[in-house]
């Protein structure tokens, strides 16, 4: 299918006819959720590592009731490029976010409002759309006086937290822009500010509490990562993951009585630092409180599931489980407890190693994925635009989702050829790059030279550096990814 470039205004609103709109169409159109954990490694769920110290118990059902995929990956290695992918279907990189992520959430947003993206996609193929949980992606909040709130591009250490917000106006640039019809926002994530909610384009409350750094909202609780600035004055951080999940479990019941296809757009806080779960969530895994928070998501999974089985609407209804990246290996605690967050994979969130960007991914779709099955066709979260696109039986505009490959024919339980699909350019976040081409992946050092070469099919724990034996080979792959980073990018 085609897939490029940015859509002008007038191609942005044209008219499209879904398949299933058609006179007569066989069945309905699939419902469509789509649940991101931040930071869940592949050595998390249970099933897919039966050494693993945390119960994961709906995870494993849907293993059990779908597919389970073992080469999926993240477009980046670390968490607002990936989002920026999945939902556009366009590397991060061809942003002006070339490493790292967005340090505030009072960043000029990055997808820019004319951008195609997953839910204007498929709003305009009928769908009722929601963003509820982690944007992370940039908002324009008002500054007092006029304009917009920029904070600073860059505090790591979690200092300098931005005072001067007018919380009282709209905030602009977020998923209303983007094709969401509501949204209910954690801006930030977990640890970033500021610390409050967002439904659709105002401010729940105002936030009025300066929170330090590493400041942690209950004592005894863990305050890991958490940057300064602006919370509301009843703010939980224990609260995040049920409040997000009940939210999720409305726009489900709303969407079924107004009798539309929908699609959720469910991005969880967890397992990301600061690692607080709720209190049903304590104590639940062997893993310390990253692994009860990696419990929490398994529940709010649960929650979904349970959700749609009440509603009546499982059987028409395609649930995708993954992760934005690879997992930190240590608890808030510093200890790993014997857990292998990323499994037997080489690295960890952040790297160009396996362990950073390849992350579970199931897929639940009754009567179309076949159940209990793996599938290791490559698989990337930039390719959900093109593949829900064909899903839906709508065509996107010229130039949409310039990076999307359709692996429809995969959810379908199809076994894709791995060297068929494009190159797929993985970046990390110190914004150095990597390309993946059928078994073989390239690694480059800082000038983009070759590096380290690795055949996974033979090698998935990358232990043997392949560059010297096949210098041809790492030509072709390093002219193939020069190709795809050089190319004019709509």
């Known amino acids: 299918m085609s897939r490029h470039l940015l859509i002008s205004a007038s191609l942005l609103f044209s008219i499209v006819v879904p398949a299933f709109a058609a006179a007569g169409a066989a069945e309905p159109p699939p419902n469509i959720v789509v649940i991101l954990a931040d930071d869940m490694g592949y050595g998390d769920p249970h099933c897919y590592n039966p050494a693993s110290k945390i119960p994961t118990p709906n995870m494993d059902r849907l293993a059990a009731e779908g597919l389970r995929f073992t080469d999926a990956h993240t477009p980046a290695a670390v968490c607002t490029p990936t989002r920026y992918g999945l939902l556009t279907g366009r590397y991060s990189w061809r942003t002006r976010l070339k490493n790292m992520v967005l340090w505030t959430e009072y960043e000029e947003p990055l997808i820019e409002p004319t951008r195609e993206t997953v839910a204007r996609l498929l709003q305009r193929a009928g769908y009722r759309t929601a963003a509820v949980g982690k944007w992370h992606l940039g908002l324009n909040f008002a ?76 004592p005894g609780t863990s305050g890991l990562e958490v940057h300064e600035g602006w919370m509301t004055p009843d703010w939980s951080d224990e609260a995040v993951g049920p409040t997000l999940t009940a939210k999720a479990e409305a726009f489900l019941a709303a969407s079924v009585a107004a009798r539309k296809p929908f699609f959720l757009y469910f991005a969880s806080q967890a397992p990301h630092r600061n690692c607080v779960p709720a209190d049903f969530a304590r104590g639940k895994s062997q893993a310390g409180v990253r692994g ?199």
């Open 143 to 218: 500054k007092p006086g006029g304009g917009f709130v920029r904070g600073k591009t860059d505090h790591l250490n979690g200092a300098g937290g931005t005072r001067e917000v007018d919380f009282t106006q709209p905030v602009q640039g977020g998923p209303l822009a983007l094709g969401f019809d509501s949204s209910f926002l954690l801006p930030g994530g977990i640890n970033l500010e500021p610390h409050c909610w967002l439904a659709d384009d105002r401010v729940v409350g105002q936030p009025t509490v300066w929170r330090a750094k590493a400041a942690a909202t209950r």
């Open 292 to 490: 009860d928070m990696v419990y929490e998501f398994d529940w709010a999974v649960g929650r979904v599931l349970a959700q749609l089985d009440a509603l009546g609407v499982a059987q028409n209804t395609l649930v995708i489980v993954t992760s934005d990246n690879g997992a930190v290996p240590k608890s808030d605690e510093g200890d790993d407890f014997g857990h292998q967050s990323n499994g037997e994979l080489r690295g960890s969130k952040g790297g160009l190693f396996e362990g950073g960007h390849r992350v579970p991914f199931l897929v639940r779709w009754p009567g179309h994925a076949p159940a209990g099955r793996t599938n290791a066709s490559l698989v990337v979260l930039t390719d959900l635009l093109a593949t829900l696109a064909e899903l839906a039986g709508i065509k996107p505009p010229p130039g949409a989702g310039p990076d999307s490959f359709s692996v429809l024919p995969a959810l379908r339980g199809v076994a894709m050829d791995a060297a068929a699909r494009p190159a797929v350019v993985l970046h990390a976040g110190n914004g150095l790059f990597a390309v993946r081409q059928g078994p073989w992946k390239l690694i480059f050092d800082a000038k983009r030279q070759p590096a380290q070469l690795f055949n996974l099919e033979q090698d998935p724990r990358e232990a043997t550096n392949q560059l010297a034996a096949e210098p041809a080979l790492a030509a072709r792959l390093r002219a193939e990814f020069l190709r795809i980073y050089d190319a004019p990018s709509p």
